[in-house]
């Protein structure tokens, strides 16, 4: 079947008005569900997309330009995980070591069991030569190696009195 001249004129009529206003209410639900839930991760979204931009101004040799963009990061999204690392690191290279332990501080505010920080901030102690305070700070590292491993075999010795056979690297996927 084809249409006429006369059928291609007339307006056509919208679909089932019931169906659209399903639609609708399902829209408005899931911006009202989603709706928080973006508001609040959008800004941290933004800052990792403007570490990512800042770091391509580090692999270009452009360190003061990574530097003022991770600023202007940090202005927008003060906790921003990823640029309060970059700007460690970057005031770090420059050897602005007390800028740079103030930052890593703050970081270990946000993460306060990042093991890898923990030693960062060793190595800064080091530089400004606090050396109690590095100490202190590889011991509480090996202190967690130390329990983790414990943790890992304490997974195997639980596993194998249930019968079950694992090695180490699945005994610290269960643990952890």
């Known amino acids: 079947m084809h249409a006429d001249a006369s059928d291609l004129d007339r307006p056509q009529r919208p679909g089932n008005s019931s169906q659209l206003v399903r639609w609708m209410i399902l829209g408005g ?6 709706g928080p839930i973006g508001r609040r991760s959008w800004p941290h979204e933004w ?15 452009k360190p003061d330009d990574a530097m003022q963009a991770v600023e202007r990061i940090l202005e927008a999204v003060p906790d921003a995980d990823e640029a309060l690392r ?18 890593c501080n703050r970081l270990l505010e946000l993460r306060p069991r990042d093991l ?10 080091q530089h400004l030569w606090r050396h109690d305070d590095a100490m202190a700070d ?3 590292v090996f202190e967690a190696f ?26 610290l996927l269960m643990a952890n």
């Open 47 to 61: 800052a990792r997309w403007e570490a990512a931009k800042a770091y391509e101004f580090v692999l270009a040799g």
């Open 29 to 34: 639900t899931i911006l009202l569900v989603l």
């Open 138 to 140: 590889v011991a509480t």
């Open 146 to 171: 130390q329990r983790q491993a414990a943790n890992v075999d304490g997974v195997g010795v639980l596993a194998k009195a249930a019968g079950m056979s694992l090695d180490r690297e699945q005994a």
């Open 116 to 125: 890898s920080l923990i030693m960062q901030r060793s190595l800064l102690y």
């Open 86 to 103: 970059m700007r460690m690191n970057l005031l770090s290279a420059r050897g602005k070591y007390p800028e740079a332990l103030a930052t």
